[in-house]
């Protein structure tokens, strides 16, 4: 089907352990994104990327890897991950149009412990 | 810095009634907004948009306000029915990246 989806959906994991969540969009856009979600934060931008290759930091980068080889996948990569990286992470997409809204996945909910 | 903002972080409506749903931004550089509405364990959904040179968007059962003057968005459910009970975001893009600016989010209720 077309879309957006993560993997996994749910994923617990120690402290110090690497751990990566995935991301597939079929729309051919652009544009993805990583965001976090934690309560009384809204979404905070991780990273970005206009296309393959081509990864930028956002607001809350440190702690994450990014890569795109492939337009269609935008995997996020915690290398050594910690507590205050608990979160719920959201994968996003848009195309290259100026100004037009991001779909988004249904959300990774990570807990480190 | 600059940020986009939510007025009141829960609202409670009569089923029927019409909701409003504010949002203040600060970066007089925004060109484009958009609502989204996020229901519990789904990512935001895109209700609706509007550009910096319109002050005005309806949709089906919903309209965006923008005033420029005072950096101030709107939200207008008509008619709130259950199913629009979830949180709404307001964001912002002021730039060629893409990126969006996200305010912390309105948990709106709505009341049999």
Redesign the interface.
């Known amino acids: 089907d077309a879309g957006i989806t993560q993997s996994p959906r749910y994923k617990i994991t120690e402290t110090g352990r690497q751990v990566t969540l995935m991301c597939h969009q079929t729309w051919s856009h652009s544009?993805m994104?990583w965001?976090r979600q934690d309560l009384?934060?809204?979404?905070?931008?991780i990273y970005?990327s206009?296309a393959a290759d081509i990864t930028?930091k956002?607001e809350v980068p440190d702690g994450y890897v990014v890569s795109r080889s492939k337009t269609e996948n935008f995997p996020l990569t915690l290398e050594s991950a910690t507590r205050s990286q608990t979160s719920v992470y959201?994968c996003?997409s848009?195309d290259m149009r100026?100004?037009?809204?991001?779909?988004?996945?249904?959300?990774t909910r990570l807990t480190v412990v | 810095g600059e940020s986009v903002g939510l007025h009141l972080p829960t609202l409670s409506v009569q089923e029927g009634d019409n909701s409003i749903i504010n949002c203040a931004y600060s970066n007089s550089a925004s060109?484009?907004f958009?609502w989204?509405k996020q229901e519990s364990?789904?990512?935001?959904?895109?209700i609706i948009?509007i550009?910096s040179n319109m002050d005005k968007r309806q949709g089906q059962r919903v309209t965006v306000l923008l005033n420029k003057t005072v950096k101030h968005l709107s939200l207008q459910i008509a008619a709130t029915q259950p199913g629009d009970s979830a949180v709404y975001?307001c964001?912002e893009?002021s730039g060629?990246?893409?990126?969006?600016?996200?305010?912390?989010?309105t948990q709106l209720t709505v009341l049999p």
């Not at chain 1, 100026?98 to 959300?107: I, K, R």
């Not at chain 2, 060629?96 to 989010?105: D, M, N």
């Open positions: 544009y994104f965001y009384g934060h809204g979404l905070r931008l970005y206009a930028d956002g959201f996003a848009s100026l100004n037009t809204e991001a779909f988004f996945g249904q959300g | 060109d484009y958009i989204y364990g789904k990512g935001p959904q895109f948009d550009r975001f964001a893009n060629s990246a893409r990126q969006l600016t996200f305010g912390s989010g």
